[in-house]
C-alpha cells in the first residue's frame, strides 16, 4: 500500500466531522427530537394530560432517556480510552461504534406514531448516541498527530467547521426532499419523495435512514487515509495494563492541577452547551409551537454561524491559545441562555409583545446564531485545550478522561431540566439549570493555566 501522505489523513480525519454531525445536527437537535416531544406529547394529550404538563413530561422523558445514555458513557470512556492507550490500537474501536452509530440511527425508521414506545425509542437513541460519542473520543486523541502543538489549533478549528457544513448539508437535503411542512410540501415545494407519508411521521422518521447512510458514506474517506501510529512495545488487548496505567493517571490528577480544573471546567460548560443543543429544537416546538420545518431553517442558520465561527476561533486559538477563546464563548453562551428563558410568543425580554408578533421569533433566531458560533468556536478549542493540558503519551486514555468530565455531568443537564420542567409544569423555567452550570464552568476556569503543565509530565 502506498503511503498516506499528512494532508490526505488530515482530510481523511476531518471527514468524521463531516459523517457523525448529523447525529447532533438531525437528530438530537433539530429533527428527530421534536418529533420525540411531538409524538409524546400528543400520546399524553390523548391520555388526558393538559397540554403543557404534556409538553413538559415529554421533555423530561427526553432529559431523562440522555441521562442514562451519558451514565453510560461516563462510566465506559476512561477505561475504554486507556485500554486503546495501552494497546496502540483504536481504529477497530472506532469501527464497533461505527456501527453502533448507524444501527442505533437507522432502528430510528420504526418509530411511527401508533407504534411509538417511548422506552424503545430511547435504547435505540441511545445506542445510535453511545456509537457517535465513543467513536468521536477514540478519533479525537488522534489530533496531535496531525501537527505540532501550536498547528492543532488551527487543524481542529477546520474540522469543526468542516463538520458543521456536512451538518448543514444533510439538514438542507432533508429539509428540500423530506420534511413535510404545515402545507404538505417540502422546502423546495414538492411532496416528501419515494412517497413518504407524513400522516404517519414518515417525512421526519426519515431523517433515520438519513443520518445512518450519510456517516456510512462518509466514513470511507476517513477508514481509507486514516492508520492507528503502531508502536511494537505495545502489548496487544493487555487489559490489566490498561487499568493499571487508569489508576495511575487518576491518582496523579491532584498533581496536575491545570489539567484537572480544566477537566472541571469543561465539564460543567460542556454539559451546558449540550442541554442547549439537546432541548433547543423541543423548546421552540413547545415554547414557540415552531412546526419542524421551522425548526430546520432555525437549525441551518446555527449550523452556518457555527462552521464560521469554529473556522475563526481555530485561528484565534492558533494566534492567541485555546482559554481566551473558550473564555469569550463561555460568556456569549451564558448571556444567550439568559436570554432565551426571557423569551416566549407574549413577550420578549419582560415587553410584552402583541399576538402574532414575529419580534419572539426573530429573536430566537438571533439566539440560534448565537449559539451555533459560540458552540462552534468552544468546541473546536475546547479540544485544542485538552491536548495542551494532557500527557502526550496517554492521549486517547487523556480524551477518555475528557469525554468522563463531559459524561459525568452530561447527564446532570438533562436530569436537571427534566425535574425543574417535571416540579414547574413549565418548560421556560426547565432550562434556568443551563445558564448556572455556564457559570460554574466560567468559575472554574480561573484555575486553567492556558499552556497547561506539560512539564511536569515527565515527574510522574
Not at 502543538?149 to 444533510?170: D, K, T
Not at 491518582?251 to 449540550?274: E, K, Q, T, V, W
Not at 402574532?356 to 485544542?384: E, H, N
Request: glycine share 12%; aromatic share 14%; charged share 10%.
Amino acid at each position: 500500500m502506498s503511503t498516506i501522505s499528512p494532508r490526505k489523513r488530515i482530510w481523511g480525519w476531518w471527514f468524521f466531522d463531516w459523517a457523525s454531525q448529523p447525529y447532533n445536527t438531525l437528530m438530537l437537535t433539530f429533527i428527530f427530537g421534536p418529533y420525540f416531544a411531538r409524538t409524546v406529547t400528543e400520546m399524553l394529550v390523548g391520555s388526558g394530560m393538559e397540554i403543557g404538563a404534556a409538553k413538559a413530561q415529554a421533555q423530561a422523558y427526553w432529559g431523562y432517556g440522555l441521562t442514562v445514555s451519558g451514565i453510560l458513557i461516563a462510566i465506559l470512556a476512561p477505561i475504554l480510552g486507556a485500554f486503546a492507550d495501552s494497546t496502540g490500537r483504536r481504529m477497530p474501536w472506532v469501527w464497533f461504534f461505527s456501527i453502533l452509530y448507524v444501527f442505533g440511527s437507522a432502528a430510528l425508521w420504526y418509530t411511527a406514531p401508533d407504534q411509538f414506545d417511548v422506552t424503545r425509542t430511547l435504547i435505540l437513541f441511545g445506542i445510535g448516541l453511545i456509537g457517535m460519542e465513543f467513536a468521536t473520543i477514540f478519533t479525537n486523541s488522534m489530533l496531535p498527530t496531525l501537527g505540532d502543538r501550536h498547528e492543532i489549533g488551527r487543524i481542529s478549528g477546520s474540522g469543526w467547521a468542516f463538520g458543521y457544513i456536512g451538518g448543514v448539508v444533510a439538514l438542507v437535503i432533508m429539509l428540500l426532499l423530506f420534511q413535510a411542512g404545515e402545507n404538505g410540501k417540502t422546502m423546495l415545494g414538492i411532496a416528501p419523495i419515494l412517497g413518504l407519508d407524513p400522516a404517519t411521521g414518515a417525512d421526519t422518521r426519515a431523517v433515520a435512514p438519513l443520518t445512518a447512510i450519510w456517516y456510512a458514506v462518509f466514513m470511507i474517506p476517513f477508514f481509507l487515509w486514516v492508520r492507528d501510529i503502531q508502536d511494537p512495545d505495545h502489548i496487544p488487548y493487555h487489559f490489566g495494563k490498561a487499568l493499571k496505567d487508569l489508576g495511575s493517571t487518576l491518582r496523579g490528577l491532584p498533581n496536575h492541577g491545570s489539567l484537572l480544573a480544566y477537566l472541571g471546567s469543561s465539564m460543567f460548560y460542556r454539559d451546558a452547551l449540550n442541554g442547549m443543543y439537546t432541548f433547543g429544537g423541543i423548546y421552540a416546538s413547545g415554547v414557540l409551537n415552531w412546526p419542524i420545518m421551522k425548526i430546520g431553517i432555525f437549525g441551518i442558520i446555527a449550523a452556518l454561524t457555527g462552521a464560521l465561527f469554529a473556522w475563526i476561533g481555530g485561528k484565534a486559538d492558533k494566534a492567541f491559545g485555546p482559554k481566551p477563546v473558550i473564555t469569550t464563548c463561555i460568556l456569549i453562551l451564558l448571556g444567550t441562555a439568559i436570554a432565551i428563558i426571557m423569551i416566549s410568543p407574549d413577550s420578549v425580554f419582560g415587553m410584552a409583545v402583541e399576538p402574532g408578533s414575529s419580534l419572539p421569533d426573530i429573536a430566537f433566531f438571533v439566539c440560534g446564531g448565537l449559539i451555533g458560533a459560540a458552540g462552534g468556536a468552544i468546541q473546536s478549542a475546547s479540544r485544542t485545550m485538552m491536548v495542551w493540558q494532557s500527557n502526550p503519551e496517554r492521549m486517547t486514555e487523556a480524551f477518555g478522561l475528557y469525554a468522563l468530565s463531559g459524561k459525568a455531568t452530561t447527564f446532570l443537564a438533562p436530569m436537571l431540566i427534566a425535574i425543574t420542567s417535571d416540579i414547574s409544569g413549565s418548560q421556560r423555567i426547565g432550562i434556568i439549570p443551563v445558564a448556572g452550570l455556564f457559570l460554574v464552568g466560567l468559575i472554574l476556569l480561573v484555575w486553567v493555566k492556558a499552556d497547561g503543565d506539560h512539564t511536569k509530565w515527565s515527574d510522574t
